[in-house]
């Protein structure tokens, strides 16, 4: 298996409260990702990162922002969450751009009530 | 707005049944086409394709992309109760993107 973790695996908090997700590999990747899964959307991009420093946003970008200080770590932060945002988390690598190469993350299981 | 949609939603098959998953797609700056096999954890990555009429085969499954009526299919032949899982179709777009299907559940009974 690829080297990506993420923390937590489980998270309950309330609603209006900042929430921040980590994910850590240890490939040296290039490129990281957060989506979410929800039943009946399948996975979606919230957002993205190429590099130290550089991300983007994908499709549904409200409400999160990122960070990527480093590397192997990408920060998902939900500055006040909201029930809406109640999903499983993933995030995923991969070495380039060619999506054959991205690997995904166990998944964070967040329940805002 | 670009949308990929897979068919059926789920199915139940016996052991050693063949199944055909689908999926369709209509978006802008089609890259490429990937199917992953989820197992109550991660996806895990199946196949990629790119090119019309090119099967991919890996053992039991196999895929084939038509570019032309925008649609792929995802063939499991002899399926084994491991085969039990979501199936997830995705598109890559140009500029780095996936845009998945809401996926097709799979349940091979013994």
């Known amino acids: 298996d690829a080297g990506i973790t993420q923390s937590p695996r489980h998270k309950v908090t309330e609603t209006g409260t900042p929430v921040t997700l980590r994910c850590h590999q240890t490939?040296?990747?290039?490129?990281m990702y957060w989506y979410r899964q929800d039943p009946g959307h399948g996975l979606r991009l919230i957002h993205y990162s190429y590099g130290v420093k550089d991300t983007d946003k994908g499709e549904v970008s409200d409400g999160y922002s990122v960070s990527r200080s480093k590397t192997e770590d990408f920060l998902l932060t939900l500055e006040s969450a909201t029930s809406s945002q109640t999903s499983v988390y993933f995030c995923?690598?991969?070495?380039?751009?060619?999506?054959?190469?991205?690997?995904f993350g166990p998944g964070t299981r967040l329940l805002v009530l | 707005e670009d949308k990929v949609v897979q068919s059926p939603l789920s199915l139940v098959v016996h052991e050693g049944d063949t199944v055909t998953l689908n999926c369709s797609y209509e978006v802008t700056n089609f890259r490429s086409l990937l199917w992953y096999k989820q197992e109550k954890k991660a996806p895990t990555f199946l196949f990629m394709l790119?090119?019309?009429?090119i099967e991919k085969k890996s053992g039991r499954l196999s895929s084939i992309l038509d570019k032309k009526e925008l649609f792929s299919i995802l063939n499991i032949t002899a399926t084994q109760t491991g085969d039990s899982a979501v199936y997830l179709c995705a598109v890559e777009l140009y500029g780095n993107k996936l845009v998945f299907g809401a996926g097709t559940i799979l349940r091979v009974k013994s």
């Open positions: 790119t090119s019309s009429g």
């Open positions: 995923a690598i991969s070495e380039s751009n060619i999506k054959e190469t991205q690997y």
């Open positions: 490939e040296n990747h290039r490129y």
